[in-house]
């Protein structure tokens, strides 16, 4: 198993550009999600998805849109760059609630818009 | 509201010496997860354990110990006679019980192994 993959490794956007950062899971999970880290803040929830065609907002989803028509995959747009998206994007997924839950992180997209 | 605190931002051990690392969580949630990651300089986030509310043995894994308090909501991970290899991020996180069961995580502490 691969487990999960993310693209790319790296990226660099200018402010107003647009994106996708892809996710891929071969593990089956229900559950996925998109998370972004940055110095001294851990990590935020901005997306999540409970099941293919089933998405919802985290904690700080404002210039973010994703969908899932699969199982496997968990797309991130950016829409329009900001610099306040510079960051290090990490997709998770994992069992449901009644599995464990705990979540396998793919190994980070670091992002920086300019 | 769902929080995790870790006080410790960094901390520098000389190998071998012991080290706990502090994780205080709230919630108002009766049933909850607790989990433990560690993130090496490499950057990958690596799940080590989780825990759930109503179980409150603590856990030993080699090195690694856990220590749920559910009277003081803490969940402590002690490593014994640290290694150069256990130098990373180590972050608390709590699941809420409902749903998705969003993740809360902490805001991390730098564990710094000294050679």
């Known amino acids: 198993n691969a487990g999960v993959t993310q693209t790319p490794k790296f990226q660099v956007l200018k402010t107003g550009q647009s994106m996708t950062l892809q996710c891929a899971q071969d593990?089956?999970?229900?559950?996925m999600s998109w998370y972004r880290q940055d110095p001294g803040m851990g990590l935020r929830l901005i997306h999540y998805s409970v099941g293919a065609g089933i998405t919802d907002q985290g904690e700080v989803p404002n210039g973010y849109n994703v969908s899932r028509s699969t199982t496997e995959d968990f797309p991130l747009r950016l829409l329009s760059a900001a610099p306040s998206q510079t960051s290090v994007y990490f997709c998770?997924?994992?069992?449901?609630?009644?599995?464990?839950?705990?979540?396998?992180f793919g190994p980070g997209t670091r992002l920086t818009v300019t | 509201a769902q929080k995790v605190t870790q006080a410790q931002t960094e901390i520098s051990v000389v190998e071998k010496e012991d080290v706990t690392l502090d994780c205080v969580y709230e919630?108002?949630?009766?049933?909850?997860?607790l989990f433990w990651y560690k993130q090496p300089p490499s950057g990958e986030l690596v799940f080590l354990i989780r825990?759930?509310?109503?179980?409150?043995q603590n856990e030993i894994s080699g090195r690694y110990s856990w220590n749920f308090q559910k009277s003081t909501s803490s969940f402590n991970f002690t490593i014994t006679a640290s290694q150069v290899v256990d130098s990373a991020v180590y972050f608390c996180a709590l699941g809420a019980s409902g749903g998705y069961q969003k993740v809360t995580f902490g805001t991390g502490t730098k564990l710094q192994v000294i050679p």
């Open positions: 593990m089956n999970h229900e559950y």
């Open positions: 998770a997924s994992s069992y449901s609630r009644d599995q464990g839950y705990e979540q396998y």
């Open positions: 919630t108002r949630d009766t049933t909850y997860y």
């Open positions: 825990r759930n509310s109503f179980d409150e």
